[in-house]
């Protein structure tokens, strides 16, 4: 069963402009963590921002921050100041159980110079 | 650095073939998984191990088997090769539970004719 929705499969943003890419998941995990990954074109795929579900706060990472609705489930990665090099796949991933972890089907990313 | 290394970046193989995609961890991660990644449907758990020995069955176990005998070794197995198991495969490994970051080997693409 899918437990992580992104419904974007392909997003398209300006250099220097801002993007939102929407992630909503489903866990029956009461403390956890939820995650994006970028995988750029070399297929490394690398961690972008992580949030704990317990913190009201946003995390953010530099240029990168996440919009976390918790009764919504809701997971959201902005962009800012998009880069050239920001184009890639960007996955979300949430725990399905304590061990395992599930990814969304992904959202390709291009930036426009 | 953590480095999780797959054995073949590229692999060709015949159909009826016995299949083996070996990954190799060096951070001493009791997690380790298997996903394969198709487009459009993101990546999905083949298996996971969260001890030596043990095992988990992920969301498409059907025509695939694993080994972990030691630690830092996960092996994904491909009983008898179809051409349907044509695809990129993604060894990740991870400390501790699903709360905690993945970090990914480079990709096998495998192409069976």
């Known amino acids: 069963a899918q437990t992580v929705t992104q419904s974007q499969p392909e997003m398209s943003v300006q250099e220097a402009e801002t993007v939102t890419l929407s992630c909503t998941y489903d866990t029956s995990e009461s403390d956890y963590y939820l995650f994006w990954y970028k995988q750029p074109p070399s297929r490394q795929m690398i961690l972008v921002i992580r949030q704990e579900a317990y913190k009201q706060q946003n995390a953010t990472e530099n240029r990168f921050s996440v919009n976390f609705q918790k009764a919504a489930k809701s997971f959201s990665l902005k962009i800012s100041d998009s880069q050239l090099g920001d184009a890639a796949m960007y996955f979300c991933a949430s725990p399905q159980n304590n061990n395992d972890m599930r990814f969304g089907a992904g959202t390709r990313l291009t930036v426009k110079p | 650095d953590v480095k999780v290394t797959q054995s073949s970046r590229y692999l060709v193989k015949r159909t009826g073939e016995k299949v083996f995609l070996e990954c190799v961890q060096d951070m001493d991660h009791e997690n380790m998984f298997w996903y394969r990644q198709d487009p459009g449907l993101g990546l999905r758990l083949i298996y996971f191990?969260?001890?030596?020995?043990?095992?988990e069955k992920g969301d498409i176990p059907e025509g695939y088997s694993v080994s972990r005998e030691k630690k830092e070794r996960f092996s994904l197995i491909l009983e008898s090769a179809s051409t349907n198991q044509t695809s990129m495969y993604l060894c990740?490994?991870?400390?501790?539970?699903?709360?905690?970051?993945?970090?990914f080997g480079q990709g096998t693409r495998l192409t069976v004719v």
């Open positions: 990740a490994s991870s400390l501790g539970t699903a709360n905690t970051e993945a970090f």
């Open positions: 191990s969260y001890d030596v020995k043990m095992k």
